[in-house]
């Protein structure tokens, strides 16, 4: 079974770091465009950043330009996003997705990421 887990989530002050991670497991091919997705409290699921196959394309949220890198190991079968300089709005679970022409959507149980002083 296919499967997405997040990682590397949890507390930190304004203006501090994180790096979340998004492990694919249960299969041998790497997924085509991957996602960041991310869900306030009493808010709709938004998209944070992608990134394509190789890596060479990705696309940010106005919100997070400037103060979040997406990137993906395919030897490792991993994702990451690194936040800096992180708000108070950013609180929110994070999520990962994985789209593969093989098998369509894959999605992570989600990583909690608190910001606050």
């Known amino acids: 079974q296919v499967q997405l887990l997040e990682s590397g989530g949890g507390l930190v002050q304004p203006g501090g770091s994180l790096r979340l991670s998004c492990a694919a497991s249960?299969?041998?091919?790497?997924?085509?465009?991957m996602t960041w997705y991310r869900q306030a409290p009493g808010k709709e699921r938004e998209l944070v950043a992608l990134?394509?196959?190789?890596?060479?394309?990705?696309n940010y949220a106005d919100s997070v330009k400037g103060r979040f890198t997406i990137s993906r190991d395919n030897a490792k079968n991993t994702m990451y996003l690194q936040m800096n300089n992180l708000k108070p709005e950013d609180t929110a679970v994070y999520y990962c997705?994985?789209?593969?022409?093989?098998?369509?959507?894959?999605w992570g149980q989600g990583t909690q990421v608190i910001v606050s002083s």
């Open positions: 997705n994985g789209i593969s022409s093989a098998i369509g959507s894959v």
């Open positions: 249960g299969f041998t091919f790497s997924f085509n465009v």
């Open positions: 990134i394509g196959t190789t890596g060479g394309s990705t």
